[in-house]
């Protein structure tokens, strides 16, 4: 996904660039708005982060233009060093989708980023993803990461259709089991334990995680990149969660 970055403060761009090219993002910093805009113009791109100064009033010409847009418009995120009612009013009503004061935490500015384009999707059916540098072809059933193809069975690749269109957010065993097998998790459970496991397998790149599937017994399923720490919420450490899907333990009671 290309990112379109306004953002003059060198430091400011490098953390934002820092956070989203762990994801596969591709950043772009333009430190004019002429240049940004006339940039919109010629080239696609499929998100826009905004950073704004401390003074409201030199904001306004962006703000502005922000209200103006209309065909073709795409996902837009300001940033700001202070938050205030007055200030995000004045972004969201001028036609920002979000705002996000920052220092922000990198994992909440992907989640961001990814619930707005969730949100402004258009509403024909999704037929491709690219996330994390993995990209899937649901016409053509293809996974591969940058270029790389990966061969997946057609569940496993189900199975991943499903983790990578909502990453960051947990799926049942109920819901993997509906979509993919049509049974309830009882019937199913053992053996969505087994496609997970070798679905993990699957997801290293030279050896490496670059994404991880994480578990949480009560929750389900939820894929996050390698950067995000477990989910507390979740009871389980990181070594608790894996172990749960490995091999040896498919024999237990789900």
């Known amino acids: ?20 090219t762990r994801v596969g993002f591709q950043p772009t910093q333009f430190d004019s708005e ?15 982060i905004v950073d704004v100064p401390n003074t409201p009033a030199a904001s306004d010409s962006i703000f502005s233009w922000l209200g103006l847009r209309s065909e073709g418009r795409i996902p837009s995120l300001v940033l700001s060093p202070r938050r205030s009612g007055e200030l995000v009013a004045q972004a969201l009503e001028s036609g920002a989708d979000d705002f996000l004061e920052r220092p922000f935490e990198p ?15 258009p509403r024909g059916a999704r037929r491709s993803i690219d996330y994390a540098g993995f990209s899937l072809n649901k016409d053509s059933g293809k996974f591969s990461y940058r270029g790389r193809p990966i061969s997946l069975t057609p569940r496993e690749f189900s199975m991943a259709w499903l983790f990578f269109s909502s990453p960051g957010v947990y799926i049942s065993r ?68 894996d ?12």
């Open 243 to 254: 172990s749960n899907d490995a091999p040896l333990l498919i024999l237990r009671s789900t």
């Open 34 to 48: 002429t240049l940004l805009l006339r940039t919109l113009q010629r080239k696609p791109y499929d998100f826009l």
């Open 1 to 20: 996904m290309k990112i379109a970055c306004y953002i003059r403060n060198t430091s400011v761009f490098e953390q934002v660039k820092a956070t989203v």
């Open 107 to 121: 994992v909440e500015l992907i989640a961001r980023i990814n619930a707005l384009m969730r949100r402004c999707a």
């Open 174 to 241: 109920e819901t993997l089991s509906a979509v993919i097998w049509s049974a309830d998790s009882e019937i199913a459970g053992r053996t969505i334990e087994q496609h997970v496991y070798k679905l993990r397998k699957k997801l290293l790149v030279d050896g490496r995680q670059v994404v991880m599937i994480r578990t949480a017994y009560s929750q389900g399923y939820r894929l996050d990149p390698v950067e995000a720490m477990p989910d507390a919420s979740s009871g389980l450490s990181l070594d608790e969660q």
